[in-house]
């Protein structure tokens, strides 16, 4: 008998992952059993391709929302497990797992009701602050993923420890921070560092499929006092 996880679906489902259609992509993972697709693409977070762990971050988002609809315990279920990954006692680092507690709320408004306060504990000092700079840049993306499509949840304490990474060392959290804001719909031009206008550091923005590069600045610019930016 064959294991449900066994070494052909994992295969197949990377396979999948490489396809650049991701409508068909995301139509050719959804006939795999989610039980079996759910501990595949975990695995996907932990390898070191960045488009193909992000690609799996996206179909993470996909299955949550599929199983919130039929199954809202389960994906419960899901949403814990996720949030054990980044427990220091679960003996992982927790790679992809802020980026995919993001994607699944911005498809799931329930489990959004439930879960998006402690997606943005992570950022806070006096809540479930995470340390790792690297996990940041995850927890930093994740929020920005949820306030594209909820930016009303945006409060003020949240706002103001996003806009502290603007002044971070790290391009990639500057530009997440950024993007965050301007998602959230509470970039102020008036507000942020004069730098930010200016930052021509590049950063690779993942828009749901594929990376582009772009710069910091050029995220601010282009929101033009408008919100959104993928």
């Excluded at 139509?27 to 070191?48: C, M, N, R």
């Excluded at 949550?64 to 992982?92: P, Q």
Aim: net charge neutral; hydrophobic share 40%.
């Amino acid at each position: 008998m064959k294991k449900p996880y066994g070494r052909q679906t994992k295969k197949k489902v990377h396979e999948i992952l490489q396809n650049p259609l991701q409508g068909e992509a995301l139509t050719l993972l959804a006939l795999i059993p989610d039980e079996q697709l759910v501990g595949h693409l975990f695995s996907h977070f932990y390898i070191t391709d960045e488009l193909i762990k992000f690609r799996s971050i996206t179909a993470m988002g996909e299955l949550g929302k599929r199983i919130a609809a039929d199954r809202m315990e389960k994906a419960r279920i899901l949403m814990r497990r996720i949030m054990w990954n980044l427990n220091d006692e679960s003996g992982g680092i927790g790679w992809g797992s802020c980026e995919a507690m993001g994607q699944i709320l911005s498809k799931s408004p329930e489990l959004a009701m439930e879960f998006k306060s402690i997606l943005f504990s992570y950022l806070d000092p006096k809540g479930n602050f995470i340390e790792h700079e690297t996990l940041q840049q995850g927890v930093l993306w994740g929020i920005g993923t949820y306030l594209e499509v909820a930016p009303q949840h945006l409060n003020r304490i949240t706002e103001g420890l996003i806009s502290a990474h603007l002044h971070s060392f790290d391009p990639i959290k500057r530009g997440y921070a950024v993007r965050a804001l301007v998602n959230g719909g509470r970039f102020n031009y008036s507000l942020v560092p004069e730098a930010i206008l200016t930052d021509s550091e590049q950063i690779e923005i993942f828009t749901g499929w594929n990376f582009v590069k772009t710069q910091i600045s050029d995220i601010a610019l282009a929101c033009d006092g408008k919100r959104g930016f993928a």
